[in-house]
């Protein structure tokens, strides 16, 4: 807000008081006796001036938070439309679609699932000890291991405009659930409820005007220019990031 409107808009409030204030005095008494009463007419109208013009500001940044396209962006052609498995290398992905033997044959949740996750705990240390042991050749790495947490990207992607679905991991959002970064991924509750996808497999965004999403379960698609580059986060990790141009609501 600017200055000339801040003004005009404590001098209507003031104007305002100072009639409500003249109406109930009482003129038969000395005017010493209203200077504290005036005092605090002051205060009370500077307090509503600024209530006033905060609620201005937050409603200004609202009518500028990023909203829903209706996919006429599509038209122009600067946004290629994508799969995630367009973001992964063939080595990572023929990996991942081959995964051990032992955990192709295990049911989700049972006792054995859980005893695979200790196994691949128990292999991931014995691997570190022999990393650190070995002195000449290095230990065999299991490729569908390596790949859960693959870096590779497709340099190819860098600079490129594209449109993906999928769906959002806020990072940073505030008291009014405007979310102004976000982790994209494949999956719904990846680096919630469930393990996050390997680093590729991973969109890191930044929104700065911000957006609201009724329901994190409901996917959306985004477009914008992809970056290979690297973020961190103690969440989870994205080898990919990007420059939001659109989001849109996913219709299918």
């Not at 599509?74 to 995630?84: A, C, K, M, R, S």
């Not at 992905?93 to 032992?102: K, R, T």
């Not at 859960?148 to 449109?163: C, D, F, H, P, Q």
Request: charged content about 20%.
């Amino acid at each position: 807000m600017g200055t000339r409107t801040w003004r005009s808009l404590k001098a209507s409030v003031l104007s305002l008081a100072i009639v409500l204030g003249i109406s109930g005095c009482d003129p038969s008494k000395p005017d010493k006796d209203n200077q504290g009463g005036q005092s605090e007419h002051s205060a009370s109208v500077d307090e509503l001036a600024s209530k006033l013009a905060t609620h201005a500001n937050r409603q200004a940044r609202t009518n500028e938070l990023l909203t829903f396209s209706d996919g006429s962006h599509l038209d122009t052609g600067d946004y290629q439309l994508i799969e995630w498995a367009d973001l992964i290398p063939q080595d990572d992905l023929a990996a991942l679609l081959n995964p051990p033997a032992y955990l192709t044959s295990i049911e989700d949740g049972s006792p054995e699932d859980q005893i695979a996750s200790t196994i691949q705990s128990a292999m991931a240390a014995n691997q570190a000890a022999n990393q650190l042991e070995a002195q000449a050749d290095m230990p065999q790495v299991d490729p569908y291991e390596q790949a859960l947490i693959s870096t590779n990207i497709i340099e190819a992607m860098n600079g490129k405009g594209v449109r993906i679905p999928g769906f959002v991991v806020p990072l940073e959002y505030n008291e009014q659930q405007v979310i102004t970064s976000f982790f994209f991924v494949p999956f719904f509750g990846a680096c919630i409820h469930l393990p996050p996808p390997p680093p590729n497999q991973i969109i890191f965004v930044e929104a700065e005007r911000g957006f609201t999403l009724e329901n994190l379960y409901e996917p959306i698609w985004i477009s914008g220019t992809l970056a290979t580059e690297l973020f961190e986060d103690q969440l989870a990790t994205a080898a990919y990031t990007m420059t939001l141009a659109y989001i849109e609501r996913y219709d299918g």
